[in-house]
């Protein structure tokens, strides 16, 4: 049984139609599939019509950008996480005004981020907008595909690597909502709260010193739900600290691929996946919106 818990369509970052990507699940050997497309539902109905069709079963989840305020060496900072939330109401008034909010501010980031581009390369915002299908939301991908495009960049993750990286000089920061208040709300609308790739892309040799034990520990108070520990972007050190917590704090863990497509990015469809029991868990905490198993 392959239970994959995280996948984008063309209503965010991913490259192929919610549709493609569940009749690619089913190649894969895939049998229960989440999509969860950055900060939008709209993905879920066509999802629902081709598992159905295909056999497989869809989870409803939406991957909601949210941001951590921490204190470093003196300094308050923002860290990006992406809180994934599986079965809330899609309904629910709050959330979906904070999701609308996160969608507007991811694409006025976008706009900011093509200013700075555009001074050094000839790209354009409508050329961005030609990445997109109408009414996706946005990120870096659409300027990679843009980059690519123009043929500065031969793929997205070279983009990613360079041009587009934190470190790049062309990167803003998308002030999007605080990670406690997204927590709060996923629960309101009856949604599981799971951090996405928790500490992704830190460095495999991270010192157990640097974990941030307490600022998970609140974020557990404040009704974090569990950890996406198997993820190709968690380090091992991490995971073994994330399955301590996790243990600790009776929570859920996952494992997802994060498609985003052949195209998107290199994470395959059920390369990492959930155990059942932990899916029940999954299934039998959330009451916003019913699974179709
Ligand atoms: P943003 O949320 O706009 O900062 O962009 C980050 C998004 O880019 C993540 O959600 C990933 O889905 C995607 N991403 C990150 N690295 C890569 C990569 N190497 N190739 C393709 N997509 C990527
Ligand atoms: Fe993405
Ligand atoms: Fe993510
Ligand atoms: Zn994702």
Redesign the pocket.
């Known amino acids: 049984m392959i239970i994959d818990l995280h996948s984008?369509s063309t209503r965010?970052?991913?490259k192929e139609s919610p549709t493609e990507v569940f009749e690619r699940a089913a190649l894969a050997g895939v049998n229960i599939l989440a999509l969860t497309d950055?900060d939008t539902t709209s993905g879920w109905d066509e999802a629902a019509t081709a598992a159905q069709r295909l056999g497989l079963g869809f989870v409803p989840g939406i991957?909601v950008t949210t941001r951590a305020k921490v204190q470093r060496e003196g300094h308050t900072r923002f860290i990006s996480v992406h809180m994934l939330a599986y079965l809330p109401d899609p309904k629910h008034a709050a959330l979906s005004s904070v999701l609308g909010d996160s969608v507007a501010i991811r694409e006025t980031r976008a706009r900011a981020m093509v200013d700075l581009l555009a001074k050094d390369f000839d790209i354009t915002w409508d050329l961005v907008l030609e990445q997109l299908t109408e009414g996706a939301t946005i990120?870096r991908?659409a300027l990679a595909d843009a980059l690519v495009a123009l043929g500065v960049v031969s793929h997205r993750s070279e983009a990613f690597e360079s041009i587009l990286s934190k470190h790049g000089g062309y990167y803003i920061p998308a002030e999007t909502a605080d990670v406690f208040d997204a927590i709060t709300l996923i629960r309101e609308a009856g949604g599981v709260p799971i951090i996405a790739h928790p500490l992704g892309g830190a460095p495999d040799n991270l010192d157990r010193g640097d974990l941030p034990q307490e600022h998970f520990e609140k974020l557990i108070a404040g009704g974090l739900a569990g950890f996406e520990v198997y993820h190709r972007e968690v380090p091992q050190v991490a995971r073994e600290w994330l399955l301590g917590l996790a243990d600790k704090h009776d929570l859920i863990v996952t494992g997802s691929s994060?498609y985003?497509g052949e195209h998107g990015?290199p994470n395959r469809l059920g390369e990492n996946s959930t155990t059942p029991e932990m899916f029940e868990r999954i299934l039998s905490l959330g009451s916003g919106v019913e699974a179709q198993i």
């Open positions: 984008h965010s970052d991913g950055h991957e990120g991908p994060d985003h990015k």
